[in-house]
């Protein structure tokens, strides 16, 4: 099995559990964006979600460069991949399960036929 770091994978998990940060991910993955561009939808103030946009840099998942006074956000992907080769891990674990679930029930449905 992969090791991974815990507290990156804290964190990527804290950063994902909120509706508003998993959306501004969203609209990175068409592209860098402004902390403006990133709070517009959700009607909030630049400092709330350059709050957000730090949870996600503390995560791992942004990257933010400055211009000016203008802070531009970018995706960074590596986090991302690493909470999926986590999740990978128990993507076999489940599909072993079901899969026996499904013999069962194959086996169950064929009983009931020879009846």
Do not use: N
Not at 54 to 67: C, N, P, Q
């Amino acid at each position: 099995m992969v090791e991974y770091r815990s507290s990156h994978l804290d964190a990527v998990f804290h950063a994902l559990a909120d509706p508003t940060r998993r959306a501004m991910l969203h609209r990175l993955a068409d592209g860098e964006r402004s902390v403006s561009e990133l709070a517009q939808p959700f009607d909030m103030s630049l400092a709330g979600a350059s709050k957000h946009v730090k949870v996600l840099e503390t995560a791992g998942l942004v990257r933010r460069r400055v211009a000016g006074r203008i802070h531009y956000c970018q995706l960074e992907a590596t986090r991302l991949a690493e909470a999926q080769a986590w999740f990978r891990h128990y993507e076999r674990f489940w599909a072993g399960r079901l899969d026996r679930l499904e013999a069962l029930l194959v086996a169950e449905d064929r009983r009931a036929a020879d009846d």
